[in-house]
């Protein structure tokens, strides 16, 4: 019987390589000084391990580092999680200068890593969760193919209440064709209007197997729904349930009180999203921000209270929000502000799911050789070795409490490794068994560094 590292060994050549979108994102990751992630799927490969160097000369640069990783993933009936280490040194790099053709050999394609991780499963049942979000129909499109990563093809319905416009068959056409079960509800009132509306709407649209209506913004992010389906079913859902997620800021919450806030989540079930409706137009009178309007309803109309399930993030972050992805704490729920606070291509993230399942997302290994792979989000190195990885790096801006303004929500923290060495994800390229994640890191003293991790089926 032959080892996994030998069967992993015997499917490098059947690898399928994207060399055309290496070129393509390439370009965009050494032409821009601020750099925006981008993925793409369902490319077809070549069957060379190596990037095709001609259009890579045809950039226009004249050198660049390149290092490549390759991990093939064994599914098995029995997984017991994986283990915190990588075992596989970073990959060396390989100054290749394009306009010689040099830098190139049999030794790039190395090394290569066999991790196990669960077979792959359906998509689960979520046909009793309805979301409701109040959006443009321009941004509604935008969010269809994050939406669908959560969404597509679990059975959840989502209502999206925007302003009229008559392009909405358009959008809808790409909802089915993304398995997305999406509905448009035209309405020309004020936003903070048609958010509260979402009460109404959903309670009007809910079905019999409904059992919560969730409240969410156009950038609300569900890494998985899986997990959010079993999240769920913890809670007693015949009672009247409030349940989203504070702020992370201390400063938001004094400004804003105690509530769900929204781009977390807000999650009702069925007999308080009753009630709600039975005050529905006492509570419209009410002039406050549309989270805040709906606590201010329940709160002063019902006996329920908020309960904060620690798993949805708000994520309330200004700037460099790289230590809250890095911590290696578990997946979160939701996230939010990922592509206005800040920018983190969250469908390009969750893109390696499909190969290692839902449970490698964000995934951080210790390699070999003291290097952190934060799965689809980066690869670090601190500069000291004994940092507390317990601990939070608090990376993002400070606010007038810098003692304790996050730790309610994210503690413990430590301060912000300045001499961090950090490639981010740039590039995703998603074929039918293969992920191939870009990470990258410029310079302005050196050659921009590219590492290269492909990620493909071993069995």
């Known amino acids: ?188 009132t004020e936003y903070l209007d048609r958010y509260f509306s979402l009460i109404s709407v959903l309670h009007h649209n809910r079905e019999v197997q409904t059992r919560w209506a969730v409240l969410i913004d156009d950038d609300t992010f569900f890494p998985s729904m899986q997990n959010l389906v079993n999240k769920l079913a913890t809670y007693n859902a015949t009672e009247p349930q409030y349940i989203g997620a504070l702020t992370e800021d201390f400063e938001q919450m004094h400004d804003w009180g105690y509530m769900a806030y929204g781009g977390a989540g807000v999650f009702l079930s069925m007999p308080l999203l009753e009630q709600l409706n039975g005050v529905y137009a006492e509570c419209s009178r009410f002039q406050d921000t549309g989270d805040r309007r709906i606590a201010r309803c329940i709160y002063a109309h019902t006996t329920t209270k908020l309960s904060w399930e620690r798993g949805l993030y708000q994520l309330d972050l200004h700037g460099d929000v790289s230590g809250f992805f890095e911590s290696g704490r578990p997946l979160p729920l939701s996230v939010h502000h990922w592509k206005s606070w800040f920018q983190v291509d969250m469908e390009a993230m969750s893109a390696i799911a499909s190969i290692c399942s839902d449970h490698c997302q964000l995934r951080r290994w210790r390699m070999s050789d003291g290097w952190f792979l934060v799965n689809g989000f980066s690869l670090i190195q601190y500069s000291t070795p004994s940092e507390d990885l317990q601990r939070m790096e608090q990376t993002w801006e400070s606010g007038h409490y810098p003692d304790d303004q996050f730790t309610h929500s994210l503690g413990p923290l430590r301060p912000k490794d300045e001499m961090k060495i950090s490639l981010r994800l740039k590039h995703v390229v998603k074929g039918k068994e293969v992920v191939r994640q870009i990470y990258a890191r410029e310079s302005t003293s050196e050659n921009p560094q590219v590492v290269e991790i492909i990620w493909y089926l071993a069995e």
């Not at 959006?135 to 509604?140: F, Y």
């Not at 597509?152 to 319905?157: D, L, S, Y």
């Open 1 to 188: 019987m032959r080892s996994p590292l030998g069967i992993a060994l015997s499917r490098i050549v059947p690898i399928l390589l994207a060399s055309t979108s290496i070129a393509l994102c390439l370009a965009s990751l050494l032409r821009r000084t601020s750099l925006q992630p981008t993925w793409s799927a369902n490319h077809r490969m070549s069957n060379d391990c190596h990037p095709d160097v001609r259009r890579l000369q045809q950039l226009g640069f004249d050198a660049l580092d390149y290092a490549q990783l390759q991990i093939a993933v064994m599914r098995t009936e029995d997984f017991a999680g994986f283990r915190d280490e990588l075992h596989a040194p970073f990959p060396t790099y390989h100054t290749v200068h394009l306009e010689h053709l040099d830098g190139w050999n049999d030794t790039i394609c190395a090394p290569v890593v066999t991790l196990t991780a669960p077979r792959r499963s359906s998509p689960p049942d979520a046909s009793h969760i309805l979301f409701g979000v109040a959006t443009t129909l321009k941004r509604l499109d935008e969010s269809l193919g994050p939406f669908a990563h959560w969404a597509g093809g679990t059975g959840a319905r989502i209502i999206a209440v925007i302003d009229p416009d008559p392009r909405k068959s358009h959008v809808l056409q790409r909802a089915h064709r993304l398995g997305i079960h999406l509905t448009i509800v035209e309405s020309s």
